[in-house]
Structure formats: structure tokens, C-alpha cells
């Protein structure tokens, strides 16, 4: 598979009849961006729809208290559909996206993408069932902020950001975000899990050791 | 108004053309369900998108570990576009609708939604502006129950639920939902304020005593 024919990378895309995949293939540019980019944000809507080829995009909020919570990350695969149909319609969204890593991306027009909502009924089963998909995962976190305790959480977050790794590149701060809590927690938490032989921390990293460990607490072994 | 013309009632369908408004009330059914039904839920998918014309209907997530939240509350002049194209695309969607009162609404066939979609503009602009209405409401509810104090969130919720009114007919089970926390919690903090006298229990209800206290710890008042 090549950047030329990209739709056959998102299963949605692939199925589209071949004259509407290959209006998105020429409606669209394929983009680089390089990591630590904010792709979009308060007061910087996007013009384009976002299909990721390459790389991760993380998506936060920022609330008016200063806070920040990690809402979901965009792999390669994936569309920004929900972020783009937001900023569209909403001038004070709050979200931003920013860029984990160096990305490649397919960027529609937003006229196109009206275009094709109007003329293919399978663009628009695409977009509606990438919206589910946002919208449940929106749901799951409103349950796992409200109901699961913080151990399990980090333990399960520490697994999910390790990508089968032994070390994550991390501070207590950015863990803190991703969990939408104080960073004193974090760090209570963290302790607690070096204490009992868990985890090893240093400057800028979380060492594990015992991922098992980690596993069980999260739940993943049952 | 009448219930003929309804789409007269909805500031974004009102804006439609007069074809699109009359597609949409020819293809409607205008139907009344009582207060205490669930309208949709697991199990139960909608084959019609609804348009609210009187009553309210509660949105409330079960997950698979039995707890209960509240997402939002549908009221009139709203549509459920949100719980409707989730139902249309995820078989494992978890959000039930329950008539909070009596209601009235306007139901649309999905094929006439799609069809809708495909020729209008407008009805397009209005789906996606409803969408983004109700993501911004799930962005600000993420925010809410990661960061602020029970307290303060439950002092807004006797506002809100007491509509103006002294008396609130609930019980501290509902009120956990609403706020997504243990029923222990609420008593707790209901217990205390009491204990300011700004709030009177009873079997049943909450009565307030002190609404202005209430204001002030919620910033109402600011």
C-alpha cells in the first residue's frame, strides 16, 4: 500500500464505491507534520478533515479552572470526524489536538466532505459510525472517571502507554492529565507502587518491573 | 403552534425550506408516551430519530459494573440526534432513554432521516450542529466529574432539579446517579448541609431552606 491509494488503509474507506474513493484521493493533500504540532485547538479551526496515516494525535481539553484531561488519542487508521464536526459547528470548543509523534495526513476540505456526505450513503455509514465510536469511548470515560479507583487506572494506563515496552517516557504531570487528577496523586500513587516493588522511577521515566503485577490490579488477566 | 406544523417549534428546522418542512411533517408520526417509559436502551434500539415537543427525557448510562450515571437530559425543542446515530451504528451502545414526564414527540423513520442527510443542506448543518451541542455537554461533564468537589456539584444539581420550586421530589439513590458517585456520598453531604440549615430532608424530597447558600457554593452568584 502506498500514500497514493491511502483510503485502502481505513476499512470504511475501502469499501466506498472506486469513483468516490478516488474523488477523496484527488480532493485531498497528503500532509506531514512534525511532533509537538498543535493541529488544532481554541481559535485555530481546522479547514480539513484529518485521516490519519501515520502517527498518533492526542486530543485534551482544557477547561476554564486551567485544567487538562486527556479526552482520546487518533491512531493511524483513524479520522478526526467528531473534532472536525465540533470545531465546525462550535466556535467555543475547547478541545485542542497535538501531535504525539511526526504524522501524515490525508486532509479533506470541508466543502468535500459535505460533498460526499450528500452523494454516498456509505461516506455517511463512515462518519456516522466514527462518531459512535467517539461518542462511546466519551461514554466509557465518564463511567471510568467517576466509578474506577485511581490504582487501577494508573496500573491500567501505565500498561496501555508502556506499548510492551519496560519504559515509558513520562512525568508525574503529563500522567496527571492523562487521568484527569492532581499531580500529588499521581505521585502518592506512584510511590505506593515503587513501594511494593511494582515500578522504578527516575528523572522523566517509569521503569516497570513487575508488570504482572500491574496487569492483575487493571484487570487485564482474568 | 400547532402540533401540525412542529418543525416550527425547532429554531434549526425552522430554517429548512418549505419542501424539507413539509418531507418532514408528512413523514412524521406524533406519538405520546407516559412518564416512566424507556424509550430506547440495550436491547432496544430506535428505528425512528425523535424530536422532543413536550416533556423531558433522562439519558443515563448502566455500565457493566451496575453503576448508573445521568449524561443529559432531553428537553423540548430538543432532538435525540446523539443516541440515535449511536443506536444506528453500535449494536453494544449502553445509554437507555427514560420519559422523565408524559411526552410528545415527533418520530422520523431512519430512511427519511438518511434521506434528509443526503438532500439538505440545512437539515446536514443543523444534525452535525446538534451533534456538537451534546459532545461539548459529554466534554463538559468529563471536566465536572474529574475536577469538581461534591460539594459544589451537588449544590448546583438541588438548583437545577429544583426548578425554581422549594421542594425536590428525590431521594439520595437518584441524586448519586445524577452525580455519578456512591449513594453514601450524598447522604453524607446532604447530612452537612443540613446541619447549615440550608436544606431540609424529608421521605423522599429535599427541601430548601437556604437557596441562596446554595447559589453561593455552586457560583451562581458571582
Chains 1, 2 share one sequence.
Not at 486532509?107 to 450513503?121: E, N
Not at 501505565?158 to 487528577?181: C, F, N, P, R
Amino acid at each position: 500500500m502506498t500514500i497514493e491509494n491511502w483510503t485502502q488503509r481505513f476499512p470504511g474507506l475501502a469499501k466506498l464505491s472506486a469513483e468516490t474513493q478516488n474523488l477523496l484521493l484527488d480532493k485531498s493533500n497528503v500532509i506531514s507534520v512534525p511532533a509537538g504540532t498543535t493541529i488544532f485547538g481554541p481559535g485555530n479551526s481546522p479547514e480539513n478533515m484529518l485521516f490519519l496515516l501515520d502517527g498518533t494525535v492526542r486530543v485534551q481539553q482544557v477547561s476554564e479552572t486551567g485544567h487538562e484531561i486527556v479526552l482520546y488519542r487518533i491512531h493511524a487508521g483513524q479520522s478526526c470526524v467528531l473534532t472536525t464536526a465540533c470545531l465546525l459547528a462550535f466556535e467555543d470548543y475547547s478541545a485542542e489536538g497535538i501531535c504525539e509523534t511526526d504524522i501524515q495526513a490525508a486532509a479533506i476540505p470541508r466543502t468535500v466532505f459535505d460533498d460526499l456526505v450528500a452523494q454516498s450513503k456509505q461516506f455517511r455509514d463512515f462518519v456516522f459510525a466514527a462518531f459512535s465510536k467517539r461518542i462511546t469511548d466519551l461514554f466509557l470515560m465518564i463511567d471510568e472517571v467517576a466509578f474506577q479507583k485511581m490504582d487501577v487506572r494508573l496500573a491500567d494506563k501505565l500498561i496501555a502507554l508502556s506499548d510492551g515496552q519496560d519504559t515509558i517516557a513520562t512525568t508525574h504531570q503529563k500522567l496527571s492529565v492523562e487521568l484527569g487528577t492532581a499531580r500529588e496523586v499521581i505521585s502518592r500513587q506512584l510511590q505506593e507502587f515503587q513501594r511494593r516493588g511494582w515500578v522504578e522511577q527516575s528523572r522523566g521515566s517509569v521503569h516497570l518491573i513487575q508488570r504482572n503485577a500491574l496487569e492483575n490490579l487493571a484487570g487485564h488477566n482474568h
